[in-house]
T-cell receptor, first 113, second 112 residues
Framework: SQQGEEDPQALSIQEGENATMNCSYK?????LQWYRQNSGRGLVHLIL?????REKHSGRLRVTLDTSKKSSSLLITASRAADTASYFC?????????????FGSGTRLQVQP | DTEVTQTPKHLVMGMTNKKSLKCEQH?????MYWYKQKAKKPPELMFV???????INESVPSRFSPECPNSSLLNLHLHALQPEDSALYLC???????????FGPGTRLLVL
């Protein structure tokens, strides 16, 4: 079962604007990860934030994590047409012994040139 | 080499056929995964292999049969599939103590 919900489901912005995607989850986690998927292709890991971290940056990406609200957000600044893709959050559940990620429902981002 | 390869890229099969999907990685990762992804949906975990042993089977129908011949290879044997099994099948791997998963490009499967 998928424990993560993302919103919005779809987002269309102009090049140069910022894009914000949100993810909510239900159980305690070790970490939360964001992945990008171009249409019909494999997923690419973007960034990982651990449960004891609140914010992390990587290039134009900024991720926040609020474990009290069980939510995370991904901000892409100064977006480019090449950022057009689906973005998924994925949670690594805490202390289940399972080496398996649970993916959120995803946000489809369209960046208009 | 941070690449996971999958073959074939596309596969069309009838409901009575037997086919196999292949996945390979040379990153020394000891955990490998099969996911199924329908259009506009997130990946759904099917199987996890850890140190070449099946550690998770997410109640997948027996018409899907995974195999891990060695630490670099992962197969998914398909037999008597249904049209609803048409999907993108993704393979991934991760290293010991590493949470990040590396995904292959996927095999687009169409069952007629």
């Amino acid at each position: 079962s998928q424990q993560g919900e993302e919103d919005p489901q779809a987002l269309s912005i102009q090049e140069g604007e910022n894009a914000t995607m949100n993810c909510s989850y239900k159980t305690s986690i070790n970490n939360l990860q964001w992945y990008r998927q171009n249409s019909g292709r494999g997923l690419v890991h973007l960034i990982l934030i651990r449960s004891n971290e609140r914010e992390k940056h990587s290039g134009r990406l900024r991720v926040t994590l609020d474990t009290s609200k069980k939510s995370s957000s991904l901000l892409i600044t100064a977006s480019r047409a090449a950022d057009t893709a689906s973005y998924f959050c994925a949670t690594d559940p805490y202390d289940t012994g399972r080496r398996a990620l649970t993916f959120g429902s995803g946000t489809r981002l369209q960046v208009q040139p | 080499d941070t690449e996971v390869t999958q073959t074939p890229k596309h596969l069309v099969m009838g409901m009575t056929n037997k086919k196999s999907l292949k996945c390979e990685q040379h990153m020394g990762h000891r955990a490998m995964y099969w996911y199924k992804q329908k259009a506009k949906k997130p990946p759904e975990l099917m199987f996890v292999y850890s140190y070449e042993k099946l550690s998770i089977n997410e109640s997948v129908p027996s018409r899907f049969s995974p195999e891990c011949p060695n630490s670099s290879l992962l197969n998914l044997h398909l037999h008597a599939l249904q049209p609803e099994d048409s999907a993108l099948y993704l393979c991934a791997s991760s290293g010991q103590g590493q949470e990040t998963q590396y995904f292959g490009p996927g095999t687009r499967l169409l069952v007629l």
